[in-house]
């Protein structure tokens, strides 16, 4: 099995930064496709940003210029910059697992971990 873990959230004032790694452990080859998404009370869970394997990254418009993504090895990050009360919401990794084999490819989420942004 494989599991997901999100660190890294907490309290930050607007304008701050926080920078959120999330780590796969377990029977894990490869990750392909990872995504951060995010989701506040009330709403949907969106996506923020997904990088692929060549290293391309996307962004949602409302994050871009502000937000990184990035990874290395088993571990994938978001780098936030410039935050703001709007940002506040539980993030989630999202990402696409080859087992050790190379054999089975699996989508699997991690449990969230909360960024609140407020002065």
């Known amino acids: 099995q494989v599991q997901l873990v999100e660190s890294g959230g907490g309290l930050v004032q607007p304008g701050g930064s926080l920078r959120l790694p999330c780590a796969a452990s377990g029977n894990v080859g490869s990750i392909n496709i990872a995504s951060w998404y995010r989701q506040s009370p009330g709403s949907q869970r969106d996506l923020v940003a997904r990088i692929f394997t060549s290293g391309r990254a996307n962004y949602a418009d409302s994050v871009r210029d502000r937000f990184t993504i990035s990874r290395d090895n088993a571990k994938v990050y978001l780098q936030m910059n410039r935050l703001k009360p709007e940002d506040t919401a539980v993030y989630y990794c999202?990402?696409?697992?080859?087992?050790?084999?190379?054999?089975?490819?699996?989508?699997?989420w991690g449990q969230g971990t909360q960024v609140t942004v407020s002065s």
């Open positions: 999202n990402a696409d697992v080859m087992d050790s084999a190379y054999v089975t490819l699996k989508n699997f």
